[in-house]
């Protein structure tokens, strides 16, 4: 299996994942010509992706996906309350391009199996995704306020992790954004603080753990730096061998992280 974080960030999400026979996105929050883009930047074609994922209805995760599924032929995927909710922002899509992916299901797609599971999120129905591949495994968990026991179990030990990180809390604290928007990024339907990104983070990495993605920072109340020091720093003081056991990796809203194999 080979991922590239394509972008990550509140302005924008899309995520490629490769098998042998499977070629797929996860949300596509920006422009059909921008993802064009970031998948040529790691030598990719859209032309090649067969199926596209989405999360929940948020437009930094859906903002491409009508344009991507009518010019490339795309089955897309999502559960029934993300359907019902962002219907009206994609236009038109074929039916036979149309899937309903319950929550807490796992869709086998050839060689590639995918667990879907829910979030706490301020969306009608969010779901992320662990990829099952050939004895590896990739989980992504952005647009959480919290991480529940029941997620970790589901994606405790992966080999690869895209984790959010979306803001440091002084920082937010202090900064421009209206306090009703302040409580609702701090709340538990909310996003994922950089010490809350690393706290859970301990409680599910493990011996398979290699890869981590810091993703979905926030542009205002965030900073990659700060992100990877603060991860890095707890873990570190938790005596977990960060750059020898696992490497952390930041990612970007405009650039694609290098195509990795697990």
Same mark, same amino acid.
């Given at each position: 299996?080979?991922?590239?974080?394509?972008?990550?960030?509140?302005?924008?999400?899309?995520?490629?994942?490769?098998?042998?026979?499977?070629?797929?996105?996860?949300?596509?929050?920006?422009?059909?010509?921008?993802?064009?883009?970031?998948?040529?930047?790691?030598?990719?074609?859209?032309?090649?992706?067969?199926?596209?994922?989405?999360?929940?209805?948020?437009?930094?995760?859906?903002?491409?996906?009508?344009?991507?599924?009518?010019?490339?032929?795309?089955?897309?995927?999502?559960?029934?309350?993300?359907?019902?909710?962002? #219907?009206?922002?994609?236009?038109?899509?074929?039916?036979?391009?149309?899937?309903?992916?319950?929550?807490?299901?796992?869709?086998?797609?050839?060689?590639?199996?995918?667990?879907?599971?829910?979030?706490?999120?301020?969306?009608?129905?969010?779901?992320?995704?662990?990829?099952?591949?050939?004895?590896?495994?990739?989980?992504?968990?952005?647009?959480?306020?919290?991480?529940?026991?029941?997620?970790?179990?589901?994606?405790?030990?992966?080999?690869?992790?895209?984790?959010?990180?979306?803001?440091?809390?002084?920082?937010?604290?202090?900064?421009?954004?209206?306090?009703?928007?302040?409580?609702?990024?701090?709340?538990?339907?909310?996003?994922?603080?950089?010490?809350?990104?690393?706290?859970?983070?301990?409680?599910?990495?493990?011996?398979?753990?290699?890869?981590?993605?810091?993703?979905?920072?926030?542009?205002?109340?965030?900073?990659?730096?700060?992100?990877?020091?603060?991860?890095?720093?707890?873990?570190?003081?938790?005596?977990?061998?960060?750059?020898?056991?696992?490497?952390?990796?930041?990612?970007?809203?405009?650039?694609?992280?290098?195509?990795? #194999?697990?």
């Amino acid at each position: 299996m080979k991922i590239s974080v394509l972008a990550s960030g509140s302005s924008g999400n899309a995520t490629y994942v490769e098998t042998n026979k499977r070629h797929i996105l996860i949300d596509a929050g920006l422009s059909g010509k921008k993802i064009e883009a970031l998948m040529n930047s790691i030598g990719k074609s859209l032309k090649d992706v067969d199926s596209l994922l989405i999360t929940h209805e948020h437009t930094d995760h859906c903002k491409g996906a009508g344009v991507l599924a009518r010019r490339y032929g795309m089955d897309l995927y999502a559960n029934e309350g993300t359907w019902k909710a962002m #219907e009206n922002k994609l236009g038109k899509i074929p039916l036979e391009q149309k899937h309903v992916f319950k929550e807490g299901q796992v869709l086998t797609l050839d060689d590639l199996d995918i667990e879907s599971f829910g979030v706490s999120h301020d969306a009608r129905q969010p779901q992320f995704y662990e990829m099952h591949h050939d004895g590896k495994s990739f989980a992504i968990v952005t647009d959480t306020g919290y991480v529940s026991p029941r997620v970790e179990g589901i994606i405790k030990d992966a080999d690869a992790y895209l984790f959010e990180c979306n803001h440091d809390v002084e920082m937010l604290r202090m900064g421009m954004y209206p306090w009703p928007l302040k409580q609702r990024i701090l709340s538990d339907t909310g996003h994922l603080s950089n010490e809350d990104g690393a706290n859970a983070l301990m409680d599910v990495i493990g011996n398979h753990t290699k890869k981590i993605y810091l993703g979905h920072l926030s542009r205002e109340n965030n900073v990659k730096e700060l992100a990877h020091l603060t991860v890095d720093h707890i873990m570190r003081a938790h005596d977990l061998a960060v750059d020898h056991d696992f490497y952390l990796y930041d990612t970007d809203p405009e650039q694609a992280t290098s195509l990795a #194999e697990l």
